[in-house]
Antibody, heavy 121, light 109 residues
């Protein structure tokens, strides 16, 4: 059974930084691309970033490009999202998502339960 | 950026009835269209990918159809657990960007 457990969310001031983690189990982590998707309170879904299985290709939404960095440690079965220069508009639940191929395709297959990031002074 | 417009915004039906949800793209997305279900307080769940393929473990009452700019998610006979918000999502202009529709809320009548 695929399990994705996000952590690292919390309250941070505007301009601050936060690193999210997603620990994966139940599948061969290095063989599959991964994504982060966020959802602002009471709003819809927004794709944030994606990474290939080997970590060699990364992709970002324009809204976070230059501020967020996605990475993965395949030896630890863990996905990361480093978030810098945070803004109030980044407040959301962040979901870790597994994809069905080793290349990033935008097919958002299995979702974690999410971690809440609140950017506020 | 490809814009997805879902209709209706809210759909009120009774258990046992048939639900038809629509998603229209601002330009062709071929068959690169997925549907997700989100129950209150839960993470989204993939139902349908590439327009008509059911994801693992999804009941047969869920089906997807369409290509190009017009897509439909059909739930043949509503169960109580189907009342939720449904989102469509396209991945046509891979690798970037993928976009979601604004959602359709399916309420119990």
């Amino acid at each position: 059974e695929v399990q994705l457990l996000e952590s690292g969310g919390g309250l941070v001031q505007p301009g601050g930084s936060l690193r999210l983690s997603c620990e994966a189990s139940g599948f061969t982590f290095s063989s599959y691309a991964m994504s982060w998707v966020r959802q602002a309170p009471g709003k819809g879904l927004e794709w944030v970033s994606g990474v290939s299985g080997r970590g060699s290709e990364t992709y970002y939404a324009d809204s976070v490009k230059g501020r967020f960095t996605i990475s993965r440690d395949n030896s630890r079965n863990t996905l990361y999202l480093q978030m810098n220069s945070l803004k109030a508009g980044d407040t959301a639940v962040y979901y870790c998502v597994n994809e069905p191929y080793d290349f990033w395709s935008g097919t958002l297959y299995y979702w974690g339960q999410g971690t809440l990031v609140t950017v506020s002074s | 950026e490809i814009v997805l417009t879902q209709s209706p915004a809210t759909l009120s039906l009774s258990p046992g009835e048939r639900a038809t949800l629509s998603c229209r793209a601002s330009q062709s997305v071929s068959s690169y269209l997925a549907w997700y279900q989100q129950r209150p307080g839960q993470a989204p769940r993939l139902l349908i990918y590439d327009a008509s393929n059911r994801a693992t473990g999804i009941p047969a009452r869920f089906s997807g159809s369409g290509s190009g700019t017009d897509f439909t998610l059909t739930i043949s006979s509503l169960e109580p657990e189907d009342f939720a918000v449904y989102y469509c999502q396209q991945r046509s202009n891979w690798p970037l960007p993928i976009t979601f529709g604004q959602g359709t809320r399916l309420d119990i009548k």
